[in-house]
């Protein structure tokens, strides 16, 4: 096992933990923390990642950040991750624990007590998949389960206390495309078909609404 960090920036704070197990390939790693209790990987389970072409990007601030990890076998990769205020979690998965492949997460959260779970292939395999979610403001959940194909996530959120929830189970295509603004909004999709054009497009400006779409072929269940 290799640990390939070519520059990691820390703060004097008194506790800021990267406990990282990255093996193999064209890796090209920038990490940095500001702040209290950041954190990205544990002693006990460390973020991992693993081989191709890599290009990882971790960047935290505030206080109280973590991040957790795994990524797998992967492939081309390109991971890039700002955390910005006080106790955001990010915890991804992508692969765990094998393949993957055209995978390129970015996250971009800023505010306070966001909370962040992405899976992506649900115990390997996967391919093509592009996410970039950003969140801005506080107390906002976003959960995504994605069984990938292609896949194409874009979802940018503004405003306090929204819920946002994904499934997407592949067989080629999916994609959404999303831009939610507003507060305490509750927003499911489901997106569980087996054909090969799938597609959804959202943009809503709200407050306390719930959201709930469901694209499914006969024999996908949107009984999520």
Excluded: W
């Excluded at 990882?56 to 992967?74: E, H, K, L, P, Y």
């Excluded at 067989?171 to 090969?196: C, E, R």
């Amino acid at each position: 096992m290799a640990l390939m960090i070519p520059s990691i920036a820390f703060s004097q704070s008194a506790t800021n933990s990267i406990y990282i197990d990255q093996v193999g390939d064209g890796s090209n790693v920038t990490l940095q923390q500001q702040g209290q209790s950041n954190r990205i990987g544990s002693e006990a389970s460390p973020f991992n990642l693993q081989g191709s072409n890599q290009n990882v990007t971790f960047n935290q601030n505030g206080s109280g950040n973590s991040i957790d990890g795994v990524v797998n076998n992967a492939d081309n990769v390109d991971l890039t991750i700002n955390n910005t205020g006080d106790d955001n979690a990010v915890t991804l998965n992508i692969g765990d624990s094998a393949s993957v492949a055209g995978t390129s997460t970015t996250l971009d959260i800023t505010g306070s007590t966001n909370t962040v779970s992405l899976t992506q292939g649900n115990n390997s395999s996967s391919t093509g998949a592009t996410q970039a979610i950003a969140i801005t403001g506080d107390l906002n959940t976003y959960t995504s389960t994605i069984n990938a194909n292609d896949v194409t996530n874009n979802v940018t959120a503004s405003g306090d206390g929204n819920t946002i929830t994904m499934v997407q189970n592949g067989f080629a295509g999916k994609n959404v495309d999303a831009t939610l603004t507003g507060n305490n909004n509750s927003v499911t999709i489901n997106q569980t078909s087996t054909g090969h054009v799938d597609s959804i497009s959202i943009n809503s400006t709200s407050n306390n609404s719930a959201i709930i779409i469901n694209q499914c072929s006969a024999s996908g269940n949107c009984a999520q």
